[in-house]
């Protein structure tokens, strides 16, 4: 279960401040996927990172399983998988040198290590790259391995930013098929995400977020109801043309 | 913490020891060009040097006694001219028009050479030793006629006897220098490292995804900072020993 509180966040530069966040709260509960929609630069991966606990929010607050993420952050952090399309993992060190890295980094025993990542190679399909070094591996195969590498712990919680991004229709539906089981193993999935069909596909509930205000939350049947209309990319065109952000539309 | 701090440590460490350029050029790199820069520079200089002391020096030498341009022959090959040259390997001397070398009176000699010529420096080098000779021979003869010599003028005669080993006498510059070699080393050999592990790895996005695990700041920071300073150290040894092979070469 994770529950965003009325987070803010500003960053400042030498000429301006930059709201990110302004208020936003929404929920998700365990065994759901929540998707955050929104366009570049509209806050979505500052928001998974206050989740994360990479960044701490000006106001508000996130729990995850009843944790507060800049209080109680090791124990946040025992809980979650964070996974964003930055992330990404270069050297020489194989797949199977990373799990082992991350899985002594997360304090996992040595027999549960070996099982995990038994699991994890066989569910990904990483049999035939896992001893190979990472910079060798294509762009699919990293984020296998990046996803690997983010769930070698186990977590009840999973963020993924954009986890589909820059990867081939098999990669994305290996991506997407994972999360889906994911979530059928009571766990909770929040990803962000500017692809709307895929979210569409796969989230329970979506909030739709513009210039850092979190405009829109709910069910696809909710939202559909709302704006009458039968497709999230409409509703997402529709406010976005509201706000200026689309022309000649 | 310290645990946390060892295991990321390693990783560093297996990740450079698996890397075959980061090896090369940690490790291997310095020890090959250290030679090959102090090497090319002593060969250089040498040459240069030589090549300093085998040119014939266009002299433009006025009112001087032959007594001098003998002993002057001994120090630089040399040929008369004129006029003032535009060449590198030029230098010019005069001599007042009248002087007496049995007179206390000083002889006012004076040298023209160009500063921004390698060659007319090093002429300058030889014919102030020249003049230096000729000076001693100058005063050993008016010396001579109250019966003493030059070593008259000295009446202590210093002795130096060195008491330390054999195999350690000389190693006092290089112990004074090794210190501070070392340190440049060491520090030019992590800058590179210590850049690429810390926002060379934030810029590779490699960085959130060791933030979000069960790992304190701290440990991380140690972990890396044990990691540069060992690389550092191993790039100091490596260049090191590319010196000491050069000194076995030479």
């Given at each position: 279960m994770i529950e965003v509180s009325g987070i803010s966040k500003k960053f400042k530069t030498k000429k301006k401040v930059v709201s990110a966040l302004e208020d936003v709260s929404f929920s998700c509960e365990d065994g759901k996927i929540f998707g955050l929609l929104g366009p570049n630069g509209a806050g979505k991966t500052t928001a998974l990172r206050i989740m994360a606990t990479l960044l701490k929010p000006d106001s508000g607050s996130v729990k995850v399983s009843g944790y507060d993420t800049v209080k109680q952050s090791t124990e946040v952090r025992?809980?979650?998988?964070?996974?964003?399309?930055?992330?990404?993992?270069?050297?020489?060190?194989?797949?199977?040198?990373?799990?082992?890295?991350?899985?002594e980094l997360n304090h996992i025993s040595k027999e549960q290590l070996g099982s995990t990542k038994e699991q994890l190679v066989h569910y990904l399909g990483m049999g035939d790259f896992v001893s190979k070094p990472v910079e060798k591996l294509s762009t699919g195969m990293k984020q296998k391995t990046s996803i690997a590498v983010s769930l070698i712990h186990n977590p009840q919680v999973i963020i993924f930013d954009e986890p589909t991004n820059g990867l081939d229709i098999i990669s994305s539906k290996v991506v997407t098929d994972f999360l889906k089981d994911f979530k059928k193993q009571g766990k909770t999935v929040i990803i962000s995400t500017h692809i709307m069909p895929e979210a569409?596909?796969?989230?329970?509930?979506?909030?739709?977020?513009?210039?850092?205000?979190?405009?829109?939350?709910g069910t696809k049947e909710e939202l559909f109801k709302k704006y009458s209309q039968d497709s999230i990319e409409d509703i997402f065109f529709a406010l976005a043309e509201e706000r200026g952000l689309i022309k000649n539309v | 913490m310290f645990k946390d701090s060892m295991i990321i440590f390693k990783k560093e460490m297996k990740n450079i020891f698996k890397d075959k350029r980061s090896f090369f050029s940690i490790i291997i790199l310095p020890f090959i060009l250290m030679p090959i820069i102090f090497g090319t520079i002593g060969f250089v200089s040498n040459s240069q040097e030589k090549g300093a002391q085998e040119t014939t020096y266009i002299l433009q030498i006025k009112n001087a006694p032959d007594e001098f341009k003998n002993i002057l022959s001994q120090f630089i090959k040399f040929e008369e001219t004129q006029s003032i040259s535009e060449e590198g390997n030029f230098a010019a001397l005069e001599f007042p028009q009248t002087y007496n070398t049995d007179s206390l009176e000083k002889i006012n000699v004076k040298v023209l050479f160009r500063s921004t010529s390698q060659k007319s420096s090093f002429a300058l080098g030889q014919i102030k030793a020249a003049l230096n000779a000729y000076q001693n021979l100058i005063l050993q003869k008016n010396l001579e006629k109250h019966d003493l010599s030059l070593d008259d003028l000295k009446p202590i005669n210093i002795s130096e006897v060195d008491i330390a080993p054999k195999e350690s006498q000389g190693t006092q510059f290089l112990?004074?220098?090794?210190?501070?070699?070392?340190?440049?080393?060491?520090?030019?050999g992590a800058m590179g490292i210590g850049m690429d592990t810390t926002s060379g790895e934030k810029e590779r996005g490699g960085l959130a995804a060791l933030l979000v695990n069960q790992v304190s700041r701290t440990s991380i920071a140690i972990g890396k900072i044990l990691y540069v300073i060992v690389t550092g150290m191993l790039n100091s040894v490596s260049t090191f020993g590319g010196e000491e092979l050069l000194i076995n070469i030479l």
């Open positions: 025992k809980r979650i998988g964070f996974l964003t399309s930055d992330m990404k993992l270069s050297g020489n060190l194989s797949p199977d040198e990373l799990m082992n890295f991350f899985g569409e596909k796969l989230c329970d509930t979506i909030g739709l977020i513009f210039e850092g205000h979190l405009i829109e939350c | 112990s004074m220098m090794v210190p501070y070699m070392l340190l440049i080393y060491i520090f030019a």
